[in-house]
């Protein structure tokens, strides 16, 4: 079934039992909640969410919408964009949306842009944006894999901060959620590359958080394990580890996006206001102390 013919199902649904019925499981084997927060603990904030298109960014996306935020929308490709927003503004969800490469500096600022005017600030930056190109030697990467890899994965997280910053600073503070991955605990053999590139972020996250405490901004890092997304399922660009996961970890099955988006919800509510520098993994077993 197509996304949009979802979304008008879900529009013929009752408000009040939408956060039940979307589950597409049993309410008795429920995994995560999808319960609208009443108190729209986000309520006035602006997020920029990148690479929130699909998956586990869509998912983040549409979760801070429903506690209140405006949400500001992007990926590479508009007819993306253009279909997530139009899924969302049919919930009845304030988002906007617009087209940005997060390795492209043009476009890094017509997102900001883009936000400033139609929202008048921003509080909340979550880069979810990353890639792996290579399934492979590490060794063997050509510098054109590794410069692909960091530019997105690494470089732009800081660098798209970076020309957001004096807005938060103008709002008084903010909460940045990065999404580096269990495999910065974990190296995946023939992963190498995105392993290095997803370790870094831990390490970025630690930074930013010290360096910007004194503007009131808090830095969190997720680390989801192998979460259901087109990205994930893809044998190409990353072969399927769950039969390893379970052996060794018992874990039972892949995450849902969903069950990444209640925490970057939290981080960047009031009931976060005490916690940055932190890297948090949602994986279905922890590798890290
Ligand atoms: N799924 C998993 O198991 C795990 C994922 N992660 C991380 O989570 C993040 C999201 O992954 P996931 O949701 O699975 O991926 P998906 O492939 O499901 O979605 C990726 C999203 O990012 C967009 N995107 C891709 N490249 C860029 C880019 N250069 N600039 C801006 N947007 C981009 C895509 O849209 P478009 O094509 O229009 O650009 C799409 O909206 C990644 O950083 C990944 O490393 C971490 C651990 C596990
Ligand atoms: C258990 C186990 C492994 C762990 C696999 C993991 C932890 C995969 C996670 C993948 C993710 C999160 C990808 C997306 O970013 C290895 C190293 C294959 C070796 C054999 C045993």
């Given at each position: 079934m197509g996304l949009s013919s979802m979304a008008t199902i879900f529009r013929s649904i009752p408000r009040a039992f939408r956060g039940y019925l979307c589950a597409p499981v049993p309410l008795s084997a429920?995994?995560?909640?999808?319960?609208?927060?009443?108190?729209?603990?986000?309520?006035?904030?602006?997020?920029?969410?990148?690479?929130?298109?699909?998956?586990?960014?869509?998912?983040?996306?549409r979760r801070m919408a429903r506690d209140g935020a405006h949400v500001v929308i992007s990926s590479r490709k508009q007819?993306?964009?253009k279909e997530a927003v139009d899924i969302?503004?049919?919930?009845?969800?304030?988002?906007?949306?617009?087209?940005?490469?997060?390795?492209?500096?043009e476009d890094r600022q017509h997102l900001v842009t883009t936000a400033l005017k139609?929202?008048?600030?921003?509080?909340?930056?979550?880069?979810v944006a990353g890639v792996n190109p290579l399934v492979g030697s590490t060794l063997a990467a050509s510098e054109q894999i590794w410069d692909k890899i960091l530019d997105v994965n690494v470089k732009s997280p800081a660098l798209l901060l970076s020309q957001v910053l004096p807005h938060m600073e103008n709002r008084g503070g903010g909460c940045v959620v990065l999404v580096s991955s269990a495999v910065a605990y974990l190296p995946v053999p023939r992963l190498g590359v995105y392993n290095t590139s997803k370790t870094a972020l831990l390490g970025l996250c630690k930074s930013l958080a010290v360096e910007l405490a004194p503007k009131g901004i808090r830095v969190n890092c997720l680390a989801p394990g192998i979460i259901k997304t087109d990205f994930s399922l893809r044998e190409e660009t990353m072969p399927n580890m769950l039969p390893e996961l379970k052996k060794v970890f018992g874990v039972q099955r892949l995450g849902e996006p969903e069950e990444c988006a209640g925490l970057v919800s939290f981080l960047c509510s009031s009931d976060g206001s005490y916690i940055t520098g932190e890297n948090i993994v949602v994986g279905g077993f922890s590798p890290k102390l």
């Open positions: 429920r995994k995560f909640s999808q319960l609208t927060d009443e108190n729209r603990t986000l309520a006035g904030k602006v997020a920029v969410v990148t690479g929130s298109t699909r998956g586990i960014g869509f998912a983040i996306a007819e993306n964009v969302l503004k049919e919930e009845g969800l304030s988002v906007t949306g617009t087209v940005c490469h997060v390795g492209k500096a139609h929202s008048g600030g921003i509080d909340f930056l979550v880069c």
